[in-house]
């Protein structure tokens, strides 16, 4: 009964560095996820998948890309991280009517 | 465009006593509401949901939540608070009648500090 699972728990980057998180769930659920919890401004969305083969943009893209590497996988990649990034990452999962939510990776850009 | 709104940063209340934490909506058509909690470096855990029917929704750990339309409010509640109950709590929005792929909503959070 893992759920959701999400890889690393903690990373120091230095700017410019490129890292993945890594995100996966065992619920077979359709949707996926990615938020960043920043202090004061909640849950902000930054890409989704609907369904295996898809990946929208959320409210906050910019610097990020994903992949949906099957029903079970979905990876948030920085390619050139930026100090503006430091924030903790939320992997998600959901049939339709609730979220399931990963432990989330603190990710710190130096 | 969808909304929430937690109007309060923090609460605070002492141990025993009711606690409510405020939340207000916006959704063109019929909103799917939640409640989330989240203890200190961890993910987010369902409280509970409201859909449809009863307008007062039961959760988990002797939460609750009262639906009220014309106020497009869903204040959580729950009539004595523990001290375990300290914690981040989130209020979220789904529209059940929007087309197309549907995302939910989070309001910012509000933090729940229980006093001893």
């Known amino acids: 009964n893992a759920g959701v699972t999400q890889t690393p728990k903690f990373q120091v980057l230095k700017t410019g560095q490129s890292m993945t998180l890594q995100c996966a769930q065992d619920?077979?659920?359709?949707?996926m996820y990615w938020y960043r919890q920043d202090p004061g401004m909640g849950l902000r969305l930054i890409y989704y998948?609907?369904?295996?083969?898809?990946?929208d943009k959320g409210e906050v893209p910019n610097g990020y890309n994903v992949s949906r590497l099957n029903k079970r996988e979905f990876s948030l990649r920085l390619e050139s991280a930026a100090p503006s990034q430091t924030s903790v990452y939320f992997c998600?999962?959901?049939?339709?009517?609730?979220?399931?939510f990963g432990s989330g990776t603190r990710l710190t850009v130096v | 465009a969808q909304s929430v709104a937690q109007p309060e940063d923090q609460v605070n209340v002492a141990e025993g006593n009711p606690l409510t934490v405020k939340c207000t909506y916006s959704?063109?058509?019929?909103?799917?509401l939640f409640w989330y909690v989240q203890y200190p470096n961890r993910g987010l855990q369902f409280l509970l949901k409201?859909?449809?029917?009863?307008?007062l929704v039961k959760g988990s750990y002797g939460f609750e939540a009262e639906f009220n339309k014309s106020q497009t409010s869903f204040h959580l509640k729950k009539p004595s608070a523990l001290v375990s109950d300290s914690a981040l709590y989130f209020c979220?929005?789904?529209?059940?009648?929007?087309?197309?792929?549907?995302?939910?909503?989070f309001g910012t959070g509000t933090k729940l500090q229980v006093i001893p």
């Open positions: 619920m077979n659920h359709n949707s």
């Open positions: 409201y859909i449809t029917g009863d307008n």
């Open positions: 979220a929005v789904r529209d059940l009648n929007s087309g197309g792929y549907q995302k939910v909503t």
């Open positions: 959704v063109s058509g019929n909103p799917y």
């Open positions: 998948s609907a369904s295996e083969g898809t990946t």
């Open positions: 998600a999962s959901s049939d339709g009517w609730g979220y399931t």
